[in-house]
Each structure stands twice: as structure tokens, then as C-alpha cells.
């Protein structure tokens, strides 16, 4: 099983400002990587695709970046709605398919 | 546009069989692999298993062979049987939408439904 490792737990950001979140894979994955945001009582929202590709609808301030065993996710200027966990999934591998314990982005 | 709501019983008893089903509406469930994820405070997001459109399921090594899916195209909906509850299967459970074949990542979730295992 690919284990999947998000730093920091937490970050605490004020608005406008620019953030990077971390994973890391216990062994490649490729490009075979996806991001999720998720809300307090929602389901989890995919953000990034295939490492670096926005998925529908998603704003231009947030990119992806990475391949093998070192990604990130930047949110450019971060908005008010952007305050959520961010969970990285690797589909490289499976079964069975994996997910990191999230980054939660938080007011400072 | 896909919308997916899961259904379930709220409460299971330790040992019971939990059962949950997975309404999709706007498109049919035979044209996608669809995964069943759950998430619990102590283990995160954690997938449990998939159903593709051959009906041909795979699941979490993890939960060994307690896990059942099926879909029935008549009612465009999927189920989920977890079998030999324990509080550690106590979380909110998913339904969620492979965005293509071959490609494991979810465009389209439910709302999930919360299981309490007591």
C-alpha cells in the first residue's frame, strides 16, 4: 500500500496571502496524483488532477505541482472560501487507492 | 450533471451487517466505475472499494472480505454491504464517481451518510 503523508497538519494563513501545501508518496506514483478540498459537513471537492491539471470550474489560483514522490498545492492569494482541509489521493497503485491525512488551512 | 446521495440506517448494532445505497440521478451508472470511500475521525479519507462497469468489484485489502458491492441499472443505484461491524467502521460513508475509465480519481461525491456502529 502507497502511504500517503500531507505537512503541515494545519497552516495558519491570513487572507491574500500565498500557500503551499506538501505531499509526499512512500514511492512513485508518477503524475498519478489528485487533490480534494473539503468543507466542515460536505463531501470532499476535487480540486487537481494528473498532479498539475484543474479540474472543472476550479480558480486559476490554484496549481499543482510535482511528480514521483514529492507534490504541492498552491492556492496563489488565498480567499476566504479557500479556509478548508486539503486532502492529496495517489492513483498509481492499488488496491487499494490512498489518500493523506490532510492539511488544514485555517485563519491566523 | 450527476447528482449522487447515499441512504442508510444511521445506527448498527456491533456484529450486524451495515447496508447502504447509493442514489445517482442525470446519468447512468453503467457508463462509470463508481468507488464506496469512507471517512472517520481517527482514519481519514479511506476507499473501500469499487464497482466498474462490468460489475466487477475489488476492495480494500483492509477490511478483508467483509465488503459486498452491487449495482442494479433498473433503479440506477449502487449498494454497499459491510459485514462484522465494529465501532472502528463507525464514519461517513461516500459515494463517489470515477471521473473515467482508468482514470481513479472522484469528480462527483454525495453528500455521504453518516453510520454509527453501537
Known amino acids: 500500500e502507497i502511504v500517503m503523508t500531507q505537512s503541515p497538519a494545519t497552516l495558519s494563513v491570513s487572507p491574500g496571502e500565498r500557500v503551499t501545501l506538501s505531499c509526499r508518496a512512500s514511492?512513485?506514483?508518477?503524475?498519478?496524483l489528485a487533490w480534494y478540498q473539503q468543507k466542515p459537513g460536505q463531501a470532499p471537492r476535487l480540486l487537481i488532477y494528473?498532479?498539475?491539471t484543474r479540474a472543472t470550474g476550479i480558480p486559476a489560483r490554484f496549481s499543482g505541482s510535482g511528480s514521483g514522490t514529492e507534490f504541492t498545492l498552491t492556492i496563489g492569494s488565498l480567499q476566504s472560501e479557500d479556509f478548508a482541509v486539503y486532502y492529496c489521493q495517489q492513483y498509481s497503485n492499488w488496491p487499494p487507492w490512498t489518500f493523506g491525512q490532510g492539511t488544514k488551512v485555517e485563519v491566523k | 450533471q450527476v447528482e449522487v446521495r447515499e441512504t442508510g440506517p444511521g445506527l448498527v448494532k456491533p456484529s450486524e451487517t451495515l447496508t447502504l445505497t447509493c442514489i445517482v440521478s442525470?446519468?447512468?451508472?453503467?457508463?462509470?466505475?463508481w468507488s464506496w470511500i469512507r471517512q472517520s475521525a481517527g482514519k481519514g479519507l479511506e476507499w473501500i472499494g469499487q464497482l466498474n462497469v462490468r460489475e466487477t468489484t475489488s476492495h480494500n485489502p483492509s477490511l478483508k472480505s467483509r465488503v459486498t458491492m452491487s449495482a442494479d441499472r433498473s433503479k440506477n443505484q449502487l449498494s454497499l454491504r459491510l459485514a462484522s461491524v465494529t465501532a472502528a467502521d463507525s464514519a461517513v460513508y461516500f459515494c463517489a464517481k470515477h471521473w473515467d475509465y482508468d482514470s481513479n480519481w472522484f469528480d462527483s461525491w454525495g453528500p455521504g451518510t453518516l453510520v454509527t456502529v453501537s
Open positions: 494528473g498532479a498539475s
Open positions: 442525470g446519468d447512468a451508472i453503467g457508463d462509470h466505475y
Open positions: 514511492q512513485s506514483v508518477s503524475s498519478h
